[in-house]
């Protein structure tokens, strides 16, 4: 089987270098000419090239690049590809890409790997990046059974955790826990360093521990990805916010009216429900 | 010199357990005759006791009970004590306490370590526990010159990072960074539990990752310390809590007016100022 991977960053030299395990026979694309020359030269890939008809004949293709790139790539390449060869993306948005993915290719399934790294490019792929992480793959009433049933049968070569979710589902569980998250997490941080008493916010600065540290992390992550989370999946985050916004208010009251027992009562079920996501 | 502990849980335990590696002489309370029993058995204390009077001789008082008690307990002991004994606390909230702790007795000065584990009770205390951790310590303007130094040079044996603030300072930084981290991120449990949508709720719980773990990691947390907080420090966490709404909103608008780029720029300011506080 031909694996076509076109970008090849973290995600793409990652899945290139689990696929050539399997013997798998692995065309990867890149725009740069000098990842290209790295990742034939240390065998992350069997070709490379700057010229995505290196990919035309391959029997399944991963969409690699930025979330923005995903959609001119396929338009880029339908007109090339065999009908029966399937095209599948990693982006971490599903329904917006997914409807026109569909359109521009029968043979197109969506897919989410849930992993990553602080680091990007194929510099910081490695070997088993999606094992035992969720990888969401998302099919629509219309997607062939055999591109699902054949993109299925590769990721489970990953050793992920495989989920089927419609593309919807999919953009608002990530957008309760990934992209809201990202919000919140933000606002934390901007509502410290709003303080006015500078020697309060000097004092905070220097006692803040791992609560605070925990709770700033991905509000103080990369503004790229924050920023393509609200764009590509703004509906569902902004209702992820107004909902949040009336549970912060709950408490807020809770806390103006002394009312001990509701915010109590609200605290011991958000102790008993993290587990669950665990 | 002689130390009186009260309290001889996480933080009082491991008080004593460092100070007796400097040799001087432990005086611990316990409510509980098994606690005072253990303590003494294991060397953490010279000398134990169920009863307060044991305390009454020592030149260095430390109050480690829970915070609702450290009035009462300080309320107790101040008839029988030396004028020249020092009295300090470890409460998590200064201001309410410390004016009334030092209108009760002269010689009081307020005390926060801030290290802690998971784990409660004598068993989890350990030594170093509060090594490189901040301790902050916040005389008023009435405090004796001699028992703040006498509390630093203590606190120095511990090897901790001191801090001088008052009691409002202290109480406005802790709301910022430990008491409104702990409402926003239980606020994140209970906006993803009320999600309607049962696929969606389920698929949210398998795919949650680091991002989520981490924001919800002290929402998460023990009730009983996330209600005392509220209740300490009330004021402080609530004018927090505005004030965060006010930068939510914020995003909200930014979002529903598509305007990415005052988006980007809070998600700049906020991947920027993070490393301010660790």
Redesign the interface.
Known sequence: MKIGIIGLGLIGGSLAKDFREENLEIYGVSRQEETCINAQKRGIVDYASKDLSLIYQTDLIFICTPIAKIIPTLAAIVPHLKPETIVTDVGSVKAPLVKTCSELWTNFIGGHP?AGTAEKGLDAAQKQLFKN??Y?ITPTETTPIQAIQTLENLVKKLQS?I?F?SPE??D???A???H????????????????T?T??LE???????S??????????????L??MM??YN?EN??Q??????Q???Q??NH??Q?N?QA??S??????N??????
């Open positions: 849930m992480a969720p969401v955790v989920y979710a589902e999919h608002q569980a990530v309760l826990i990934s809201l998250p990202v919000m919140i997490s933000a606002s934390l941080i901007k509502t410290v360093m709003g303080e008493n020697q309060v004092l905070a600065q220097k006692i803040a521990s609560g605070f540290k925990d709770t700033s992390r991905v509000g103080g992550g990369n503004p790229e924050g920023l609200a764009q703004r985050l902004k992820s916010l107004l909902d949040y916004r549970i912060l208010d408490i807020i806390l103006e002394e001990w915010l109590e609200i605290l011991d079920f958000t102790q429900s993290r587990p669950k996501f665990l």
